[in-house]
């Protein structure tokens, strides 16, 4: 990724949303899923350094640790 951080790009894109429900975490991850896949992004996966790649690790960690807030992040990222 060269100079490019996830992370960087995560802190300055802190989004405030209201406490989760269990129904809004799964309606963020599914939109995210649609987008980042590898099963409908394939080719994208097998490109080295792939940021689709990386960014769908980091809404799988997300979504299994419970973290709304990352999810949300990641959501206004990947649809800016």
């Given at each position: 990724f060269g100079s490019f951080r996830m992370?960087?790009?995560?802190?300055s894109q802190r989004?405030?949303?209201?406490?989760?429900?269990?129904?809004?975490i799964k309606?963020?991850?599914?939109?995210l899923a649609r987008k980042l896949h590898p099963d409908?992004?394939?080719?994208e996966y097998h490109r080295p350094q792939s940021w689709m790649k990386y960014?769908?690790?980091?809404?799988?960690?997300?979504?299994?640790?419970k973290d709304f807030q990352q999810l949300v992040?990641?959501?206004?990222?990947?649809f800016l």
């Open positions: 992370e960087d790009l995560l802190q989004v405030s949303v209201e406490p989760e429900t269990e129904e809004q309606i963020v991850y599914r939109k409908l992004n394939r080719a960014t769908w690790e980091l809404v799988q960690t997300a979504y299994h640790q992040q990641l959501l206004h990222i990947v």
